[in-house]
């Protein structure tokens, strides 16, 4: 008798362990890692070397900021300028415009490919002094700015070649910009997200911007004309960006038109917050109420670049993931976030 107890209870007990650890996996396995402008914490922002290192690193999503050239092309390159990222100003001296800057919607994308990229740098006392001291060196090897085309393809052949399913995580940038200079970046990019096989929200595609005007005109015109229906996800600054999403039904409102949200990750967890006391905000909850998924930027584990409240890097993605709840991250560092997820 004491025996047969004690056998059921021990089968109990592993039925429970079981359950758990099915649901642990589940839930973890829902969660995401976006490289943020590719494995960038390692080489250069946004050449194809640092996507085809985070493809082989494990990532969920590989992220494109996607910017036009004066031929109308679409280029991988964060910042509406050259600057910070190439040697446009030792190439194309006499291009400078009178605010200082090189945009590369004055380019032509075979100009563009003249550039050399490299790890992103301030001009400091007339010295090119790298952003992130610890990263790839500057000057060194030879990289360069891809075009969107390039880099869907680089992606989808080694999904091929390797057996995967790497979604792509493309965001139009300055789409307001580009609209005064006479361009539609979003149906530019629209199509050719549909003319590489992305068409549906059941695609491994999210479509970001950080303008929720765009976002709209993407949802109620351009999805309808192309005859496609995306993933979309409006990216938010910080609250002053649009106060209304911040309101009661903020949420629900934002969620007619995206699917997930993009917060900049002090909107989940305070800036505020102490090891002591962890200060989750209710974004995450408001939004996941309202459906959509939450992948906030920017996970680096440079030199103060993990906050305070946090032991370290893995400790900052446990406490964003696990205790705020966040759906994925996006990281300059997909293998330390990757392997965090496998271990947990
Ligand atoms: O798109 C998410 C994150 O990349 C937003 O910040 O400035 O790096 O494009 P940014
Ligand atoms: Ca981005």
Redesign the pocket.
Do not use: A, N, V
């Given at each position: 008798m004491h025996s047969s107890r004690f056998s059921s209870n021990v089968a109990k007990a592993i039925g429970v362990l079981l359950m758990t650890a099915t649901l642990s996996t589940q839930a973890q396995s829902q969660k995401v890692v976006i490289a943020?402008?590719g494995a960038s914490g390692y080489l250069p922002e946004h050449t194809l070397q640092a996507k085809a290192m985070a493809f082989a690193m494990g990532a969920d999503y590989i992220?494109q900021?996607v910017v036009m050239t004066s031929d109308d092309q679409l280029i991988v390159l964060?910042d509406i300028t050259l600057d910070r990222t190439t040697d446009v100003a030792e190439r194309f001296p006499d291009r400078i415009r009178d605010d200082g800057r090189y945009y590369a919607i004055d380019f032509t994308l075979a100009e563009i490919r003249l550039l050399r990229a490299s790890e992103g740098f301030e001009i400091e006392n007339g010295e090119k002094m790298q952003g992130y001291a610890n990263r790839f060196p500057m000057g060194q090897s030879t990289f360069s700015v891809p075009t969107l085309a390039e880099e869907i393809e680089l992606i989808q052949g080694m999904n091929k070649s390797m057996g995967k399913n790497v979604g792509i995580y493309p965001?139009i940038k300055g789409p307001e910009f580009h609209r005064e200079a006479g361009k539609d970046i979003s149906t530019a990019v629209v199509r050719m997200l549909k003319s590489y096989g992305y068409t549906s929200k059941q695609d491994k595609m999210f479509l970001?911007t950080f303008s929720f005007e765009e976002l709209k005109i993407i949802h109620d015109e351009i999805f309808p004309a192309e005859g496609v229906d995306l993933n979309l996800v409006q990216?938010i600054g910080g609250e002053s960006s649009y106060p209304w999403i911040f309101e009661e039904d903020g949420m629900e409102r934002l969620s007619a038109y995206a699917d997930g949200v993009?917060p900049e990750k002090g909107l989940v967890v305070s800036r505020d917050s102490k090891k002591t006391n962890i200060l989750v905000s209710d974004f995450v909850a408001r939004a996941h109420a309202a459906g959509m998924q939450v992948h906030p930027?920017?996970y680096r584990l440079d030199p103060g670049q993990v906050p305070t409240y946090a032991d370290s890097y893995e400790d900052l993605l446990d406490i964003h993931l696990f205790r705020a709840d966040i759906d994925g991250v996006?990281t300059d560092f997909p293998d330390r976030a990757v392997d965090f997820l496998r271990n947990k």
């Open positions: 943020h402008r992220e900021d964060h965001e970001q990216l993009g930027y920017t996006f």
